[in-house]
């Protein structure tokens, strides 16, 4: 087992509950801590290891609780997403960016071998090529979000320039997942429609239904994590975050691939404020850089993922 005291920051969101779990497998549950600023755990996370409560925003106790515990890794995963963002921009803008900057301080100064932040397809705006849209490209956000993962992607690269750290990133996509919900973003309804096809039988979509998203399961997202994360250091040629894809479909095509398994499914449209998020994002993601760099590779297409989710949320 590998000899690291790895910290998760914001552990009790979508990504974090089921990271900490892969975690937890090569370090050991005892060296892998999961916080979050709820009181409560994640019933994931309950009695399975060591569980903290800490707000991302408070330098001085994350600097503290990284001292105190000898953590040598950080992963960073608390953040506004997209549509919650843009109800609130400066909060949005102060939780991403404040928790990012000072990690990143905190970091140097106490050494940290590794820190781990997420990106986004959100980085890209309307005046990017929306098709296949490459690693490095025409990158003008529009929503706050947005600006404060490629604001963030900058300071990574400036903090690994500058003094070495040694700080990796991916630009997930929309991420979809069965053990936890998604909070506040403008892919959601990629996870929504399976939960509402399976209870009710029908769902009423906030996108319309050409909208074509780059999207990810989440089994591939953990792995892909882990993968970069793991990579020998050679292979980590450029400290902006990772383009990742896997698979791009739209709300018209995941409901036709739930009526492969529950032909009675129907979908209507109520397009809100989301829309005009997704029409600035792009419709698919080239990430032949990732490919090259750390041999990045997707499993899950449209077909297999709705598969697994519709068996996972119906317990069969
Ligand atoms: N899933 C995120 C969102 O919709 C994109 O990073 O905000």
Redesign the pocket.
Known sequence: MKKEKVLVIGAGGQIGVELVAALRTIYGADNVVASDIRQEAHPMLKDRGPYAVLDATNGAAIREFIVRERITQVYLLAAV???TGEKDPARAWDINMQSLLQLLDIAVQEKLTKVYWPS???VFGPTTPRDNTMQETVIEPRTV?GISKYAGELWCQYYHQRWGLDVRSIR????ISWKSA?G?????YAVEIYHEALKNGRYTCFLAEDTYLPMMYMDDAIRGTIELMEAPVEKIQTRMAYNLSAMSFSPAEIAAAIREHIPSFTIDYAPDFRQQIANGWPRSIDDTTARQHWNWKHEFDLARMTADMLKNLSGK
């Open positions: 997403l997209s549509a986004s397809i959100a979000y997930y996509p929309g991420l998604p506040g973003g403008t892919t959601d």
